[in-house]
């Protein structure tokens, strides 16, 4: 089940650009969006505070015209402040109004954005009475008062929008990522953990109809792999008696050379049957290590030893550790025989502590391999190419997963050699567990 929810779920790009988190995302929409409505809104009241300032004293401005205009025509004379007749600086619309007949009030902007105000109205002698005023210093300080009031308002209003959103986000980001972990306990193998578990929560949104269907895949993913454990398991098992029994039978025939043909195949195809049967039970995740206390490097020389002589083993650092020796020799054997059938000499076993290295010196493993792990029933590339059947690493792999241990690959490449450059030999790096395991498929932190 890990390999194929693995194949599905898409790998990481080598070389991502810059990550960001969806809280500072969502709090910098936020914002974002905030500054826009705080600027225009802003802008809006100060035009409006403005606008009705102008009126306000346009209004005054008028009411005192008016009021010089009654006493003006009553007594002849000019008894009102700052009123005057015939203002050589009427401005030129204002002036055209009052050859009209009629009142009116006029605002200009002086150099520096200060507005004055013009009121003016003709009476009956012919004259025109004007009244020029600027905008008072106290209108003026509560328009940069009411500006200064924006501004602390807008940076409050993006201050708690930005808060809003690293919340907002902060929850959805959270559900996000708890959501990812049990994704990724369920592409480890781990079939009991469900996402919309995971994730909890009480508020009902798009993370938990993502999580169902996740969790809806991994079930039906299940069903499917554990139907084709079975019915692999019942085959391999159906073909054990007929493949003793013709095995049985070869080994009656004369001595000759047909004889030894059929004996190998024969052989090798127990041999086939067996590890189906191995793979099967594997992947039905109901193994379980029997534990021992063993001197890692004397056990790795001694196995190694008695299957290849030949073998070079080297005992950097010494470590005991608990484990289940038969697992671990199985692994040891798998790794050792893909070394001898697709490699070149020599091979060499290295422990380092709770580390064991099978380093050949053939041609590497092939790019899938390191991409996706072992495969079975696929041998290798053409120039790694070789009789078998490509269970070998697969079992190894399943092995040192029920051991807790994880199985890494990769190719010897020289420091800054080119990708197209043949590999200088392959590795295969088994990493035992600080402690036992307690349950099949349990992974260690790698160093």
Do not use: C
């Not at 080297?314 to 893909?338: G, I, K, W, Y």
């Not at 050949?360 to 190419?385: K, M, Q, V, W, Y």
């Amino acid at each position: 089940m890990r390999g194929m929810i693995e194949r599905l779920m898409p790998a990481r790009a080598a070389g991502a650009g810059m990550r960001t988190g969806l809280r500072w995302k969502l709090s910098a929409a936020i914002a974002l969006v905030g500054a826009l409505v705080a600027v225009a809104l802003s802008l809006v009241v100060h035009n409006a505070a403005r606008v009705s300032m102008l009126d306000n004293a346009r209004d005054l401005a008028d009411e005192r015209v008016q009021i010089a205009q009654r006493n003006y025509e009553q007594s002849g004379r000019l008894n009102f402040p700052n009123i005057k007749i015939d203002d050589p600086g009427l401005p030129t619309s204002l002036r055209h109004k009052m050859q009209e007949g009629r009142r009116a009030t006029f605002v200009s902007d002086r150099t520096g954005g200060v507005p004055d105000i013009w009121a003016a109205v003709p009476v009956k002698d012919g004259h025109v009475l004007s009244l020029h005023t600027g905008f008072t210093d106290r209108s003026t300080d509560i328009l940069n008062d009411l500006d200064q009031a924006l501004v602390i308002g807008s940076i409050a209003v993006v201050f708690g929008g930005s808060a809003l959103g690293v919340l907002i986000g902060g929850q959805l980001s959270r559900r996000l990522r708890k959501a990812a972990a049990a994704a990724n306990q369920v592409a480890r193998g781990e079939s009991d953990v469900r996402v919309r578990d995971a994730i909890g929560g009480v508020v009902r949104d798009e993370t938990d109809d993502l999580a169902r269907a996740v969790d809806a895949m991994a079930d039906t993913l299940q069903e499917r792999l554990e139907a084709e454990r079975r019915v692999t398991a019942d085959i391999a098992h159906e073909l054990r008696t007929p493949v003793t029994g013709l095995l049985t039978a070869a080994e009656l025939l004369p001595p000759g050379r047909p004889t030894e043909l059929v004996l190998d195949r024969a052989k090798a195809m127990r041999t086939l049957v067996e590890d189906v049967l191995e793979v099967a039970r594997l992947d039905g995740a109901s193994e379980r290590a029997e534990l021992q206390d063993i001197i890692l490097g004397e056990f790795v020389a001694r196995r190694v030893a008695a299957k290849d002589p030949e073998v070079e083993v080297r005992v950097v650092h010494e470590s005991v550790v608990t484990t289940d020796p038969r697992r671990l020799e199985r692994v040891l054997f798998n790794l050792l025989a893909n070394a001898a059938r697709h490699g070149k000499p020599p091979i060499q076993v290295s422990v380092e502590g709770r580390v064991i290295r099978v380093r050949d010196h053939g041609p590497g493993f092939p790019e899938d391999l390191l991409a996706e792990g072992p495969s079975r029933f696929r041998t290798g590339s053409i120039d790694r190419a070789g009789h078998g059947h490509g269970l070998g690493l697969t079992i190894a792999a399943g092995q040192a997963r029920v051991l807790g241990a994880r199985l890494t690959f990769r190719n010897v490449r020289p420091a800054g050699t080119a990708e197209h450059i043949p590999s200088e030999g392959a590795v295969a790096v088994l990493w035992l567990p600080e402690h036992a395991p307690t349950n099949t498929g349990s992974y260690p932190v790698m160093p």
